[in-house]
């Protein structure tokens, strides 16, 4: 992470949501962010413990309180940003959570908020805002139309390997592995680019991003393939990785779609969570299987699947290999659990192809 950060000190609401997935924007930032230095967390739940060993049975240095008045009272550093950290089916913010928005406010913290349940249009939170001189920034407000792309075909001038991390469900942990494949291409020596397309990946500093989810519909892609082409304009990288949203066949958040369709991947690496059994917040919704989903990109691209990455959710740290080594029984496909034991391999493989890709360029 940045020494460094874009914004400044942040406290993270994630009350009665931390460790679940209703709170993996704040997951998110407890892992990684660019924009903010994570001071603490807010979850009732979770109070006097570190939150990477919350999340990872890794502690990372930045304690859960109770409150923001606790965080605001043990906390040897200021926080300049209150940031919603929920990210709830619909996006709606709970009363409780417009509250805490509230005592932020007047303790004088910004807010940053990826809610579709915009706090500057409440006229009781904007005036406070107003009165207290900060700042309220709802990512998911789209722009004006006149700032909007619409999709051009410029997409086709991207001469580096672009990469999609897509998913076979929502909540499974695209983004998460994207930001490690980042993070790996750019240890071993590559540049990487991460094109955001939610509103965390917006918080966690992808200087190339689009919120899908807001988008008007007729610009969907013309924003993706725009945060593509601006990333390889103007930094060259060696890959481009484009986080997924949703996935293909989920009922709610088929966003795979689009990205496929506009971001033009050469590769996909598929993430999974193979205790699911149902698309997460709808229940009697079975989940496809990993074949079925892996046939549906193949079909709807003509791209290929080059590897699966593995969300151990509901597994002992003792399974996640046995686990493994099942997807590539099922799928022939090798497998990695990038969070659990990094993404060294996964990154040895990509960047074989980004070898093959030069020497054909060449």
């Known amino acids: 992470m940045s020494s460094t950060p874009l914004d400044g000190n942040a406290i993270v609401y994630a009350d009665g949501a931390f460790n679940t997935p209703n709170g ?14 994570v001071i603490g967390i807010i979850d009732q ?81 904007r005036e406070a805002a107003e009165q207290y001189g900060v700042k309220i920034r709802d990512v998911r407000k789209t722009p004006d139309r006149d700032q909007l792309h619409f999709f051009s075909g410029d ?40 094109i955001g397309t939610g509103q965390t990946g917006w918080m966690q500093g ?28 103007n930094e060259r990288p060696d890959v481009i990785v484009i986080e997924g949203q949703g996935s293909l066949m989920n009922p709610a958040y ?51 699947v080059i590897a699966v990455t593995l969300n151990h959710e509901g597994l002992q740290p003792d399974e996640i290999d046995a686990a493994c080594r099942a997807v590539t029984e099922e799928t022939g496909l090798p497998c990695y659990d990038v969070l659990a034991h990094g993404a060294d391999a996964l990154v040895k493989q990509i960047s074989s192809y980004l070898r093959s890709d030069a020497d054909n360029r060449n």
């Open 155 to 194: 997409i086709e001038e991207v001469d580096c390997l672009k990469l999609a991390v897509l998913g076979t469900d929502s909540a499974i942990g695209k983004r998460t592995t994207a930001w490690l494949i980042v993070h790996g291409l750019e240890a071993a020596g590559y540049g990487a680019q991460m």
């Open 24 to 37: 993996k924007t704040a997951h998110g930032l407890a892992r990684f962010t660019r924009r903010y230095r």
């Open 254 to 304: 088929p966003g795979g779609f689009e990205i496929l369709a506009a971001g033009r991947p050469d590769y996909v690496v598929l993430q999974h969570a193979p205790t699911r059994k149902e698309y997460d917040g709808f229940p009697g919704y079975k989940l496809h299987s990993l074949p079925e989903q892996i046939n549906a990109i193949k079909t709807v691209s003509g791209r290929e």
């Open 206 to 233: 992808a200087k190339y991003s689009m919120i899908m989810d807001s988008c008007i519909n007729d610009f969907v892609s013309g924003e993706i393939e725009h945060a593509v082409v601006s990333a390889y304009r």
């Open 45 to 125: 739940q979770y109070a006097g413990r570190d939150s990477g060993e919350v999340l990872d049975g890794k502690p990372n240095g930045i304690p859960v309180y109770s409150c923001l008045q606790d965080a605001l009272e043990q906390s040897d550093q200021r926080p300049a940003y209150f940031v919603i950290g929920l990210a709830p089916d619909g996006g709606r913010l709970p009363g409780s959570g417009r509250m805490a928005v509230r005592e932020a406010i007047q303790a004088g913290l910004n807010v940053d908020s990826g809610l579709h349940d915009f706090i500057s249009n409440d006229p009781g939170l």
